[in-house]
Nanobody, 115 residues
Framework: VQLVESGGGLVQPGGSLRLSCAAS????????MSWYRQPPGKGREWVAL????????HYADSVNGRFTISRDNAKNTVYLQMNSLKPEDTAVYYC?????????WGQGTQVTVSS
């Protein structure tokens, strides 16, 4: 299983970014996917999840209404569209999947929200 995140960077408050996570090594279309983040000096926190078919979405309260998770099963990719970014969204963002009772994580992508 391999997960590769991309799309992070430096953005001003109020700006937007779209993160991508390219997956391989498992049957992507049958797996729910999640995004987590780890702010500097803090623990990892869950951000959003999407079901295998993309018809069930759930968000942490801190990002609900600003972030949108989606997936393209033809491209084996999950996305996180982040709008109205705040400085407190600064973190390393990870995608994750559970395959046969094992949790797999990508290497993460840094998102910094600062003026």
């Amino acid at each position: 299983v391999q997960l590769v995140e991309s799309g992070g960077g430096l953005v001003q408050p109020g700006g937007s970014l779209r993160l991508s996570c390219a997956a391989s090594g498992f049957t992507f279309s049958t797996a729910g996917m999640s995004w987590y983040r780890q702010p500097p000096g803090k623990g990892r926190e869950w951000v959003a999840l999407i079901s295998s078919a993309g018809n069930f979405l759930h968000y942490a309260d801190s990002v609900n209404g600003r972030f949108t998770i989606s997936r393209d099963n033809a491209k084996n990719t999950v996305y996180l569209q982040m709008n109205s970014l705040k400085p407190e969204d600064t973190a390393v963002y990870y995608c994750t999947v559970r395959v046969r009772s094992n949790d797999y994580w990508g290497q993460g992508t840094q998102v910094t929200v600062s003026s």
